[in-house]
């Protein structure tokens, strides 16, 4: 069985593939200082809870965080006895290489994402990942990444509003009955819903302006169906965009006989 794990600035997802579908998703906050016994720990407690047997043979990682590799790598050759493939390294190999600058860096997640939709919407698209960052991936015909938007994330942006004006209330993301709030709580609700819905409508017009062309749009990420609720710009929502990513590639680099 196939371990896909994807590491993210804020959790960590751990998702086993039999094959045919994948059996279990169990997240973690993304921590460097883990140990890979913790992970091992933790991890074999929550398999001993499924009702599934659980061989784990193979594994592949995408991390935005380098500082967790180390250990999670550590995890995967010592306690499943394999070497894993990381998103991103040069012995892991990808369906379409990225298009952009020499020498510039592109996020693992955002390679693994763009290739995902391809493969579940095809054509020239756009993934909306509502992370940490908001971010903006966009794919060729082929499903190769090409570029994209980052922005602050949604959560993040109401943390440094709480951080920045001692007065104003820590709220939760939700949508707001109306625009106009009548007190402070409705007001910053309103202003986060309707202004990130403006913001997404707005990149998303101006990438399709830039291509020239009537592109799809998929989102992922935990927000992704509030934020469906204010717009119709979403083609389709993908809970688990990134591990279905990560299987294809792995699958990949089996018949291409990498591992």
Known sequence: MLLCIDSGNTNTVFSIWDG????????????????????????????????????????IISSTVPRVVFNLRVLCNRYFNTRPLV?????????????????ATVGPDRIVNAWAAHDRHGGELIVVDFGTATTFDVADSSGAY?????????????????MGAASLPHVDVTKPARAI??????????????????????????IREERGLEMKVVA??????????????FDGIEDDLTVHGLRLIYDYNTEAGNV
């Not at 190999?93 to 020499?102: F, G, N, T, Y």
């Not at 602050?152 to 709480?162: C, D, F, I, R």
């Not at 992922?220 to 710009?233: D, M, N, R, S, W």
């Open 20 to 59: 045919e579908q994948f059996l279990s998703h169990w997240r973690i906050a993304t921590d460097h200082t883990r140990t890979a016994d913790e992970y091992y720990v933790w991890l074999e407690t929550l398999i001993s809870l499924t009702h599934f047997e659980l061989d784990i043979d193979r594994c």
């Open 181 to 206: 709030g009548t007190n402070t709580i409705a007001c910053i609700q309103s202003g986060i819903f309707w202004g990130y819905i403006g913001l997404v409508e707005g990149i998303i017009r101006q």
């Open 87 to 103: 998103v991103g390294k040069p012995d892991c190999l990808l369906p379409a290489e990225p298009r952009v600058d020499a020498g």
């Open 220 to 233: 992922t990420g935990g927000l992704a169906p509030l934020f469906e609720q204010g717009t119709t710009v």
């Open 146 to 162: 090409i570029g994209g938007v980052i922005a602050p994330g949604v959560n993040l942006s109401l943390e440094a509003l709480h």
